[in-house]
Antibody, heavy 121, light 106 residues
Framework: EVQLLESGGGLVQPGGSLRLSCAASGFTFSSYAMSWVRQAPGKGLEWVSA????????YYADSVKGRFTISRDNSKNTLYLQMNSLRAEDTAVYYC??????????????WGQGTVVTVSS | DIQMTQSPSTLSASVGDRVTITCRAS??????LAWYQQKPGKAPKLLIYKASTLESGVPSRFSGSGSGTEFTLTISSLQPDDFATYSCQQYNNYWTFGQGTKVEIK
């Protein structure tokens, strides 16, 4: 079964850091681009960051550029999101999502269950 | 950046109704558009990609159309399981979501 499982969320103070992980199973992880998508309480979905299958190309939304870093370890089938200089507006459920195709931009066909990040003093 | 605007924001409908949701892009995205369904406390579920291609396992009452800047999601006969929030997403240039349309019981 194709599955994504996020972990690492929690409560952090403004200015703090957190690292999210997403463990993948059931598919050839290294063949697919992966993304992080977040959803603030009561709000819509916001794409945060993406990384190519090989990990050599990364993309960021302007709202997180310079503060968040996406990476992956294909030997461990795991995606990461290092979040630094966190702000209250980063409070959200963070989902990892799998690109539908092996090449080029695509929709997200598999999503994790989400992990909650709360930034508050 | 490409902006995605959905309408309406909320839609009240009854079981059996035909429902249409519109999504407009701020510039042409060709056919690089997806639709997702999301229920409270759950992750989004891919319904349609490339504007009109039904994801495997999705009921045929769901359909998508459009290209360029204007797109629609249609549910031909609303079922109880369809009350949810629907979001469009462009993937022509990075990824952007619409703000969502909540389909509620009338």
């Amino acid at each position: 079964e194709v599955q994504l499982l996020e972990s690492g969320g929690g409560l952090v103070q403004p200015g703090g850091s957190l690292r999210l992980s997403c463990a993948a199973s059931g598919f050839t992880f290294s063949s697919y681009a992966m993304s992080w998508v977040r959803q603030a309480p009561g709000k819509g979905l916001e794409w945060v960051s993406a990384i190519s299958g090989g990990g050599d190309t990364t993309y960021y939304a302007d709202s997180v550029k310079g503060r968040f870093t996406i990476s992956r370890d294909n030997s461990k089938n795991t995606l990461y999101l290092q979040m630094n200089s966190l702000r209250a507006e980063d409070t959200a459920v963070y989902y990892c999502a799998k690109g539908e195709y092996t090449g080029g931009a695509s929709a997200f066909d598999i999503w994790g269950q989400g992990t909650v990040v709360t930034v508050s003093s | 950046d490409i902006q995605m605007t959905q309408s309406p924001s909320t839609l009240s409908a009854s079981v059996g109704d035909r429902v249409t949701i519109t999504c407009r892009a701020s510039q042409s995205i060709r056919s690089w558009l997806a639709w997702y369904q999301q229920k409270p406390g759950k992750a989004p579920k891919l319904l349609i990609y490339k504007a009109s291609t039904l994801e495997s396992g999705v009921p045929s009452r769901f359909s998508g159309s459009g290209s360029g800047t204007e797109f629609t999601l249609t549910i031909s006969s609303l079922q109880p399981d369809d009350f949810a929030t629907y979001s469009c997403q462009q993937y022509n240039n990075y990824w952007t979501f619409g703000q969502g349309t909540k389909v509620e019981i009338k």
